[in-house]
Structure formats: C-alpha cells, structure tokens
C-alpha cells in the first residue's frame, strides 16, 4: 500500500494540492465528519469523491476506495481505513506527532510541512513480545476478545515487572510491522499507558512463564 503524509504546519490548501498531485487518478476524500469538510469553505467543491468516517446521515457518502485522502484524521481513523478491502493508498494531510508511530512503522513518504520525528526504536524484548503475540488479536476486531486481551496484558505486565520501559509509541510501531488489524496496535497501546500509571489489570494467563521469560531476556 502507499503511503504519504502532509505535516499540519503546511496549510490546508496547499496541503490538499500535494496530496492531490500525490494521490493519482482514482481518488476519495474521506473526513471525520460533515461540519470537517465544511469547514474549508472549498473542499465541498474540488470534485471529487467525498464522505465521512462518522455521522452516516451525511450527504458525503462516498466509501473510502483506490487513493484516500485522508482529511484532518485522527491515527484511529487512518488505521480502520487502511482495512479497507478498496483500499490502495493513503495520505494523511495534517498529520501531526500522533501519526509518528504510523509513519515510522511504514516510513511513511513525506510531502509537506515539517517533517515528523520518527519514533525511537523498541529494545529487542519488547519487538520479540510483540512478534510473540501477533497471532492473538482477533482479524478485524483486535483485542476485543478477552483472552486476547489477557495474553497481552500478561505479557506487557511481565515485562514491566523486570523493568523493561514499555513505551505506548514503540508499541503501536512494533504491533503496526507485525500487521495487527485495524484499531489493535492503540489497544496494545492503552494497556501499556495504563500499566505505567500503576493500575493493576486483570488478566488470564495465556502465555508459558518460559516463553515470557525468553522474551524479557532478549535486552
């Protein structure tokens, strides 16, 4: 799939230009909601395919297919449209430093404003834990079911118990590589923002201690 990203220091017009141009014939505009596009004042006019990815009583209803432009969308927004079976490209324009992660993991092309930061790389633990558990999240629903939820719980509690520093960026990097479907990879993140604040989350193990332990020995 190809992708591209316009920096949100680059201004809307000429961010839609560039993305435009970068996108190719076969196109869809796709915003979070109706007031989203509006809000240009031109975007309802450029002539292309628009829709929304909330509110479905919109009047912009086109479907998210070839090249999506993906309008002032949150990193959650980005990731369910990539699923998209009609899917072939994306570019986000005003991508800001939630996107990092994305355009890390993807080394994503840059087209405009400045340039975002990649995310530091994850410790060897951390990548072999994530690869460990990339067959649990459910196709096309993520970390939903429970017993998916508690490997990954289990494993990122182990890992913090012997100190390794679970960073939610890294996260999402690492689980992005390993092709978690759709909204997964801030799922894993949540977990990971919720064990470094000191909650203590429950879980059923799923997971041998001598596979964890493996794992957490890799740093």
């Avoid at 591209?4 to 201004?11: D, G, L, N, Q, T």
């Avoid at 975007?43 to 628009?50: K, Q």
């Avoid at 990548?127 to 939820?149: F, H, W």
């Amino acid at each position: 799939m190809r992708r591209a990203y316009v920096e949100a220091h680059c201004p809307l017009p000429e961010s839609f230009k560039l993305a435009r141009r970068w996108a190719g014939p076969r196109v869809a505009v796709i915003a979070s909601s109706t007031s989203a596009i509006e809000a240009s004042g031109w975007l309802p006019r450029v002539g292309l395919p628009l829709g929304v990815t909330s509110h479905r009583r919109s009047r912009y209803t086109a479907r998210p297919v070839g090249t999506v432009i993906a309008w002032c969308l949150d990193l959650e927004e980005i990731l369910d449209i990539e699923s998209g079976p009609e899917v072939g490209g994306v570019v986000s324009v005003r991508a800001f430093d939630q996107h990092r992660p994305w355009v890390t993991a993807h080394q994503v092309e840059h087209l405009g404003g400045h340039e975002l930061e990649a995310t530091s790389e994850a410790g060897a633990a951390v990548k072999a834990t994530v690869e460990g558990i990339t067959m649990l999240p459910v196709v096309n629903q993520g970390l939903i079911d429970s017993r998916e939820r508690s490997a990954a719980v289990q494993a990122l509690t182990y890992l913090r118990q012997r100190g390794h520093t679970l960073d939610p960026s890294q996260l999402v990097v690492e689980a992005i590589r390993n092709e978690w479907p759709r909204r997964s990879p801030l799922e894993l993140a949540r977990i990971a923002k919720d064990l470094n604040a000191g909650k203590r989350l429950r879980y059923q193990p799923r997971l041998s201690v001598e596979r964890l332990a493996q794992w957490a020995a890799l740093d």
